[in-house]
């Protein structure tokens, strides 16, 4: 299903030949700098970055505030460009690219989810969701399918037709996913994605995350400043002072650890309310005017 096996990236030696080695990263940075400002106000957010990521692996990012882990998103998700050093993905030079072709391989290949949702207020999740699509020039009725289908997908059917308004902080950042997840991409960049929830709603949308890694075969690179939520990725980088510092795997993700008691089957579990709405989202504590 994934963006990746659709249509080539912007340039013709940006489609990977069919025979292409697996063992050529989807991304790969090397030696990445990043200045901020010019002369006296200059400012090196990032002193050199190499990093290697593989189609279907789930990468958490942490490091101190200031360390330069949304400067090395925006990177990778082709939001900004590097000053030195090379950024490939799937064998493309993107620093290469024009800033149109670049936009291009956004819309195409990442899916972003921030820890403030960004979604539109009095705006329903389903238009929300929509909205990648209606900027693709998708007819509606294909918009209308894949939204509802991306909105089934984080458990939110049955709520299409609320605004965010009407939304838990959880729902909300479920409706961020869905409208990541709607284009299909290769690789999710989400930035400190429970940074505005309590508890119990980061683990829920970390198994979201999850459940999209392993079943979708998203890639999923993550900031987060939890150890408990970058427990739920396959490896852990971190960032001090614009370098990576350490980069290691992790042995034994929560969800794979024996034992691991799901919160999301948990909620699921509850029985199912009168109203016909999902059981998972009756558990949910309703925000602003309820629903
Ligand atoms: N547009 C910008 N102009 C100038 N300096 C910037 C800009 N964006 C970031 N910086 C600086 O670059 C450094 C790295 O910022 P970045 O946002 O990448 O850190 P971070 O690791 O994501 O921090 P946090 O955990 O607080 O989100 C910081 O010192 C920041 O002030
Ligand atoms: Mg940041």
Redesign the pocket.
Known sequence: MSAAQGAAPPQPSASPPPSSPRSQPLIGLRGVTKV??EGALA?Q?LKGISLDVQQGDFVAIM??????????MNILGCLDHPSTGAYLFRGVHVEGLSRDERALLRRRYFGFVFQGFHLLPRTTALENVELPLLYRGEPAAQRHAAATQALADVGLKGWEHHTSAELSGGQQQRVAIARAIVTAPAVLLA??PTGNLDSRRSHEIMELLWRLNVEHGITVLM?T?EPDMADYARRIVH?VD?QVERDAPNPAPLMLRPGHQSVTAATEALPAQSSGEPAILQAEPQAGEGV
């Open positions: 901020y400002g400012f957010a490091g101190p505030s200031g360390s330069g882990k949304s400067t090395a930035d400190e900031v400043h960032f614009g």
